[in-house]
C-alpha cells in the first residue's frame, strides 16, 4: 500500500532556530514529491521534487530528495512567529503518468514561539 | 489566494441529507481534484476529472460523485451523510492532468454533519 510518513508530528521551536522535517514515502511508481503548507485553511504550494529536481531553495526553505533512500526533508532556517502552520508532503504514485492525485502524510505541525 | 474558488464555505446538515459542493477551478486549468480532510484521516484523495472526464478515482464512497462541466466548473454530491462525513472538503485545480502539474488548493467547504 502506499504511504507517506512525516516526523515529527509536531515541533515547538522558537524565533531564529532551524528546523528539518522529514517525510519518507512508499510508493508503486514515484512521480513527484510536493511540499504544502497550511496555516489556516487550504494548503499552498510550497516546491515540488522530480527525478529531474532533486534540490530547491526559495528564500530560508529548502528542500532535498533522495530517491535512493525514499525520503524528503523541508529545512526552515531563522524561523519566524509566520511559520507556523502544517507542513505537509505529498507524493504522486499512479504508474503511467497519466494521473495527479496525491497522496499525503498526515503533516508535520510546526509552533514558532516569540 | 489561489485562483480556485469553492462554495459554501460552511456547511451544517443533518444525517440522512444530500448536499453539494461546488469548485470553480483557476482560469485555464483543466483538472479538477477533490480532497477530504478529517482529523483522524489527514488529507484524502478522492476524485480526478481532466476536461469533463474522470481520470482517476481515490478513496470516495459510493454515497459520493462527482461531475466536471463544459465551463470546467464541478460538483461534489454527498448522499446519506453520516456523522463520519464531517469534514473539510477541498477542490484543487492543475493546467494538465499529470503528476510534475502543481495543484492549487481551493478555501475548502467545511461540512458538519449532525
Known amino acids: 500500500e502506499d504511504k507517506v510518513v512525516q516526523s515529527p508530528l509536531s515541533l515547538v521551536v522558537h524565533e531564529g532556530d532551524t528546523v528539518t522535517l522529514n517525510c519518507s514515502y512508499e510508493v508503486t511508481n514515484f512521480r513527484s514529491l510536493l511540499w504544502y503548507k497550511q496555516e489556516k485553511k487550504a494548503p499552498t504550494f510550497l516546491f515540488m521534487l522530480?527525478?529531474?529536481?532533486i534540490e530547491k531553495k526559495s528564500g530560508r526553505l529548502s528542500s532535498i530528495l533522495d530517491k535512493k533512500e525514499l525520503f524528503s526533508i523541508l529545512n526552515i532556517t531563522a524561523t519566524q512567529t509566520g511559520d507556523s502552520a502544517i507542513y505537509l508532503c505529498?507524493?504522486?504514485?499512479?504508474?503511467?503518468?497519466?494521473?495527479?492525485?496525491?497522496?499525503f502524510g498526515k503533516g508535520t505541525k510546526l509552533s514558532v514561539k516569540p | 489566494d489561489s485562483g480556485v474558488t469553492q462554495t459554501p464555505k460552511h456547511l451544517i446538515t443533518a444525517t440522512g441529507q444530500r448536499v453539494t459542493l461546488r469548485c470553480s477551478p483557476r482560469s485555464g486549468d483543466l483538472s479538477v481534484y477533490w480532497y477530504q480532510q478529517s482529523l483522524d484521516q489527514g488529507l484524502q484523495f478522492l476524485i480526478q476529472y481532466y476536461n469533463g472526464e474522470e481520470r482517476a478515482k481515490g478513496n470516495i464512497l459510493e454515497r459520493f460523485s462527482a461531475q466536471q462541466f463544459p465551463d470546467l466548473h464541478s460538483e461534489l454530491n454527498l448522499s446519506s451523510l453520516e456523522l463520519g462525513d464531517s469534514a473539510l472538503y477541498f477542490c484543487?485545480?492543475?493546467?494538465?492532468?499529470?503528476?510534475?502539474?502543481?495543484?492549487?488548493f481551493g478555501p475548502g467547504t467545511r461540512l458538519l454533519v449532525l
Open positions: 484543487a485545480s492543475s493546467l494538465d492532468p499529470g503528476p510534475e502539474e502543481t495543484q492549487y
Open positions: 505529498a507524493v504522486t504514485p499512479q504508474p503511467g503518468g497519466s494521473q495527479g492525485n496525491l497522496i
Open positions: 522530480t527525478s529531474s529536481g
